[in-house]
């Protein structure tokens, strides 16, 4: 299985202020059709996993463009540029290149 | 809008045979390339994808779990079904299912809302 590895873990930030989660994959996800299938995904406290931003950097319908994704290969990161309070919960990156799909452990975005 | 909904049981007993149905709609389980796929977290821990099962009736499952799982589907009813068996307390987790669009026209996977399922006896 492909292994996802985020950090940090846990990222205390202040509003207004931008945030950057890191994600590394044990391989390469660069699938043979060419693309590179990692999403980001943001699941506040009760709530389902939400789908922020697909094939590394394409933001889905309705997310704010504050968050933004970059990287390719094996790393990859999120960005948030301006904290807002909606923005706290838990963020995965995920793969779907290789079966089975896997997750990162998750990053937990706080508020300090 | 494509829009999906899990159902089943919330408490089952261990070594029994859990029953979840995916009801979906917005899009057709029939065409090339399209997927749906069931995910689980347990409480407060991270996601773990367990099968996936596409328009064509192929179906792929998580190597670690492929003997207790089975995942079908109804087209007519729009649903997907999935079946684990000998259930055990480390089983409990919130289940959801999730719409794959074809790689062709990829754009990111959808969720349901979850069903949480216990194991106890």
């Known amino acids: 299985d492909i292994v996802m590895t985020q950090t940090p873990l846990s990222s205390p930030v202040t509003l207004g202020q931008p945030a950057s989660i890191s994600c590394r994959s044990s391989?390469?996800?660069?699938?043979?059709?060419?693309?590179?299938?990692l999403s980001w995904l943001q699941q506040r406290p009760g709530q389902p996993p939400r789908l922020l931003i697909y094939?590394?950097?394409n933001r889905f319908s309705g997310v704010p463009d504050r968050f933004s994704g970059s990287g390719a290969g094996t790393d990859f990161t999120l960005k948030i540029s301006r904290v807002e309070a909606e923005d706290v919960g838990v963020y995965y990156c995920?793969?779907?290149?290789?079966?089975?799909?896997?997750f990162g452990q998750g990053t937990k975005l706080e508020i300090k | 809008q494509i829009t999906l909904k899990e159902s089943g049981p919330t408490l089952v007993k261990p070594r029994q045979t859990l029953t979840l149905t995916c009801t979906f709609s917005?899009?057709?389980?029939?065409?090339?390339?399209?997927?749906v796929g069931w995910i689980r977290q347990p409480p407060g821990q991270a996601l773990e994808w367990l099968a996936l099962?596409?328009?064509?009736?192929?179906?792929r499952y998580s190597p670690s779990l492929k003997s207790r799982l089975t995942i079908t589907k109804d087209t007519s009813r729009n649903q997907v079904v999935l079946t684990m068996t000998d259930m055990d307390p480390v089983d409990t987790a919130t289940y959801f299912c999730?719409?794959?669009?074809?790689?062709?026209?990829?754009?990111?996977?959808?969720w349901g809302q979850g069903t949480r399922v216990t194991v106890s006896s």
């Open positions: 999730a719409h794959r669009p074809p790689r062709l026209a990829y754009t990111g996977i959808l």
């Open positions: 099962i596409y328009g064509d009736d192929y179906k």
């Open positions: 995920m793969q779907i290149t290789h079966f089975p799909y896997t």
């Open positions: 391989q390469s996800l660069v699938h043979s059709d060419g693309n590179t299938y």
């Open positions: 917005g899009f057709s389980l029939s065409g090339s390339g399209v997927a």
């Open positions: 094939k590394i950097s």
